[in-house]
């Protein structure tokens, strides 16, 4: 198992380039098995969560591989599985994603229930309430969700609202398996993530009917088929608000490109409001901080809001406040495992219920620490680039499901950080 020891507090100075996006492949990978045909994916990154949804297709009956140039082939002419396997959807509880393109192309899925994970509970019931509200008959067997469609499925209104906003894979499974149904098909309450668009924009280039593209309302006019694509996967907005809050923890200047500003405005606006630079240029943007930063208060919301997938990063950044932050997350109020993690390198964290206090402290010191899921270790990388000592991140495992070899990409803007083998 690999460790990081990180060695700090460094300045760091130069660029670096955002991959393509995590949230935006998955589901698009799974969408192209819609297809009887070839596809090219492009920008889809190096990640251990693609590698298991490769995988998971390669069960399928679709085949994977990647080209010198690094581009990702799927041919999905053959689809002759209509498994989810438990074993697989362990690993990872995106790969829910398969239900609606499976259901759509092989009228019948039999995808394993996700369990609960580091980050909360996370049911599917959306998932399934909006799959049958386009006809599918859904049952529970054995831990596996079985859906059927023998007749195809039919056009619908379907209303994603849950207690917690809308849902990103539970929209991106009931907009790809409305592009085969018979009729028009009116998502409400759909989830707006700039993810939830590119799969859309993809799924357009395959051939299908959406309209309303990044609003909450998207309008699916069912077609007969849907061909094989070439598409370039969007920029990870979540690891270029990383990236950018390192240079904010570090009080450095750094050049992030390959971002989408457009799609990172709530972002945007703390960062400034903190004190901290952000400014705009041809492909990206440069982040600049100049000693500490200010508190804030920062709610977790579906998008345009503040992302979940930034909270842990921004209150590694904000323990390092010349002040009081109040943190709440209300996308997943459990997602607080790096808080013990964080008071172990001697931040100042007090959680009550879905709410952090946030006690900015003058300085971290580092520790040994556990990363418990993808985005909380990013934000005990961010920690050990601050903290004075050696951090030693244990199950980095977590990080590599989301930033390709992150401390080969922050070690030459002057960060110290090695990565061990236990
Ligand atoms: N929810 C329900 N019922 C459902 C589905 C969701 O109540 O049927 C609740 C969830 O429990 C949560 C909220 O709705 O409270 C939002 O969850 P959502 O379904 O939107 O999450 P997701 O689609 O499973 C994706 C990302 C997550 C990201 C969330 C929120 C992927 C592969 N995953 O998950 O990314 O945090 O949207 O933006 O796209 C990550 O990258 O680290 C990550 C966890």
Redesign the pocket.
């Given at each position: 198992m690999d460790v990081f020891r990180i060695e700090g507090p460094v300045r760091l100075s130069g660029a670096v380039s955002v991959n393509g996006s995590?949230?935006a492949s998955?589901?698009i990978m799974a969408a192209t098995i819609l297809a009887a045909g070839k596809s090219t994916l492009k920008s889809v990154p190096h990640l251990s969560d693609i590698t298991v949804c490769g995988e998971l297709l390669g069960q399928l009956g679709c085949k994977l591989t990647r080209s010198a140039n690094g581009d990702l082939c799927m041919d999905s002419t053959v689809i002759d599985n209509y498994v989810g396997d438990y074993e697989i959807v362990r690993k990872m509880?995106?790969s829910?994603?398969i239900l609606g393109p499976l259901l759509a192309r092989c009228g019948r899925a039999r995808v394993s229930m996700p369990g609960g994970c580091a980050?909360?509970?996370?049911?599917?019931?959306?998932?399934?309430r909006g799959l049958e509200a386009l006809g599918a008959e859904i049952h529970l067997d054995g831990g596996y969700i079985v859906a059927e469609a023998p007749k195809g499925l039919r056009g619908a209104e379907v209303f994603m609202g849950?207690?917690?906003?809308?849902?990103?894979?539970?929209t991106?499974n009931i907009l790809t398996a409305a592009t085969l149904a018979k009729g028009r098909t009116v998502i409400e309450s759909a989830?707006c993530?700039p993810?939830v668009a590119d799969l859309a924009n993809c799924l357009n280039k395959m051939g299908a009917k959406i309209s309303g593209i990044g609003s909450p309302r998207l309008t699916i006019e069912g077609v007969k088929e849907l061909e094989g694509v070439e598409y370039e996967v969007i920029a990870d907005r979540?690891e270029a608000g990383t990236f950018m809050a390192a240079a904010a923890i570090t009080s450095s200047e750094v050049q992030v490109r390959n971002c989408r500003l457009d799609d990172m405005m709530a972002v945007v606006h703390k960062l400034r409001s903190i004190g901290v630079t952000v400014e705009a240029n041809g492909c990206g943007c440069t982040v600049a901080a100049d000693g500490s930063v200010k508190p804030a208060d920062i709610t977790t919301q579906?998008?345009p809001g503040f992302?979940?997938?930034l909270q842990a990063q921004f209150m590694a950044l904000l323990s390092l406040a010349d002040g009081n932050s109040v943190i709440i997350e209300k996308?997943?109020?459990d997602r607080y495992m790096h808080v013990a993690e964080l008071n172990r390198m001697a931040a100042d964290l007090r959680k009550e219920g879905p709410v952090v206090i946030v006690a900015g402290v003058k300085k971290l010191i580092a520790a040994p620490v556990m990363a418990s899921?993808?985005?909380a270790s990013a934000a005990l990388v961010l920690a050990g680039l601050a903290a004075e000592g050696t951090t030693t991140i244990n199950r980095v495992y977590h990080i590599d499901r989301?930033y390709e070899k992150i401390e080969e990409r922050l070690n030459p803007l002057g960060a110290k950080i090695v990565r061990e083998s236990v």
């Open positions: 995590k949230n998955l589901p509880r995106a829910i994603c980050i909360g509970d996370r049911p599917v019931n959306l998932h399934l849950g207690p917690f906003g809308s849902t990103v894979l539970g991106a989830a993530e993810e979540i579906p998008y992302p979940t997938d996308v997943f109020p899921d993808l985005r989301g």
